[in-house]
């Protein structure tokens, strides 16, 4: 079992910016796809973005152009960089890994608030 550990949320502003990241106990390269997550109140959990350990990222069409997901295998960390955030992206966030040789890990979450 993989574990991840999410880290750099917060309250921030209208417009405002953090970079989140997803430290991982075991080398990033094994695992074939990471991601991140989110979960609102009352709304289900949905894809924010995702990274292949090739590169090939996939943004949700409401962050497109706002967020970039990255993957630093030396520190072993997953990032998610956000800038120009909205009331709309208050959530939890979390990190998830598709190992190689299969499974799915979760981190426990970090809760990001945008006010208005």
């Known amino acids: 079992q993989v574990q991840l550990v999410e880290s750099g949320g917060g309250l921030v502003q209208l417009g405002g910016s953090l970079r989140l990241s997803c430290a991982a106990s075991i080398n990033i390269f094994s695992l074939h796809t990471m991601g991140w997550y989110r979960q609102a109140p009352g709304k289900q959990l949905g894809l924010v973005a995702s990274?292949?350990?090739?590169?090939?990222?996939t943004y949700a069409d409401s962050v497109m152009g706002r967020f970039a997901i990255s993957r630093d295998n030396a520190k072993k960390t997953m990032y998610l960089q956000m800038n120009s955030l909205k009331p709309d992206d208050t959530a939890v966030y979390y990190c998830n890994a598709l190992p190689a040789w299969g499974g799915n890990s979760w981190g426990k979450g970090t809760l990001v608030t945008v006010s208005s």
């Open positions: 990274m292949t350990n090739g590169g090939s990222a």
